[in-house]
């Protein structure tokens, strides 16, 4: 069964920072490219990170690029996001998505983590 849990949500005053993780389970992590996306209330979801699945590229959109990291442990099969610096326009729900390398168009998503930045 595959799997994708979320964890590390929560509130952060402005300026603070938070670390999100994904699980991944039931399918083969290391041939996945593993993304983070988030979706505001009343916005649609957007694209945040992304890392290839031997961690060699990673990318950022504009808006989080020198605050987030994105990493992966291919042997602990997580995925983790280290925000900084956070922003009230960051609060939205995360989610991780995981792109197949090998299978084009298979793709998985977790249930996403709430973070709220707000004083």
């Known amino acids: 069964q595959v799997q994708l849990v979320e964890s590390g949500g929560g509130l952060v005053q402005p300026g603070g920072s938070l670390r999100l993780s994904c699980a991944a389970s039931?399918?083969?992590?290391?041939?996945?490219?593993m993304s983070w996306y988030r979706q505001a209330p009343g916005k649609e979801r957007e694209w945040v990170a992304a890392?290839?699945?031997?961690?060699?590229?990673?990318n950022y959109a504009g808006s989080v690029k020198g605050r987030f990291t994105i990493s992966r442990d291919n042997d602990k099969n997580t995925v983790s996001l280290q925000m900084n610096s956070l922003k009230p326009d960051d609060t939205a729900v995360y989610y991780c998505?995981?792109?197949?390398?090998?299978?084009?168009?298979?793709?998985?998503w977790g249930k996403g983590t709430l973070v709220s930045v707000s004083s």
């Open positions: 998505k995981a792109v197949s390398t090998r299978n084009i168009g298979v793709t998985y």
């Open positions: 039931g399918f083969t992590f290391s041939s996945y490219v």
């Open positions: 890392i290839r699945d031997d961690s060699s590229i990673t």
